[in-house]
């Protein structure tokens, strides 16, 4: 979102009977309207609906919506923090309003990380950048501005 600080909300399904999670690759259409409905439901009166991406991870389906101008105004210290930690890229950008910079794009070839407590599966895992590709290299260097930022 440009930088703009963002809302975010996301919905994971487990199975009644394993208690696992089941991957949104293995979502019914059904289920995936249903926690679209939902992300937007949480997200009501909030944010710029004009400025969102949807987007999966393997084990969720999550919407970014920018804050808007006034939003960020009531934040602490306005939009002058610096993030640290950013999160992964996604699996799958759905869909955006608005185009997303390199960082916002998954990894071309991601190392398959062990989803942690679950058995393997091979649509369950968590994406590890793989550092060579446009995406990573941009994460990367917002990871290395953030540290440097902290100092």
């Not at 306005?78 to 910079?101: I, K, Y």
Request: proline share 10%.
């Amino acid at each position: 979102m440009n930088g703009q600080p963002v809302w975010l909300a996301s919905v994971s399904r487990k199975s009644v009977i394993t208690d696992r999670f089941n991957p949104v690759t293995r979502w019914t259409p059904d289920e995936l309207r249903e926690a679209r409905l939902l992300i937007f439901d949480v997200l009501k009166g909030v944010g710029n609906r004009r400025r969102e991406r949807l987007f999966r991870m393997n084990a969720t389906l999550c919407l970014h919506r920018a804050l808007t101008d006034d939003e960020v105004r009531l934040l602490p210290g306005g939009c002058t923090f610096t993030p640290v930690n950013l999160a992964g890229g996604p699996v799958e950008v759905m869909w955006e309003s608005e185009p997303g910079g390199d960082s916002t794009r998954p990894c071309v070839k991601p190392i398959r990380q062990p989803f942690p407590g679950e058995p393997y599966d091979p649509d369950l895992w968590l994406p590890g950048d793989c550092g060579r590709c446009a995406p990573c290299r941009a994460r990367a260097r917002l990871d290395a501005e953030a540290v440097g930022d902290a100092r």
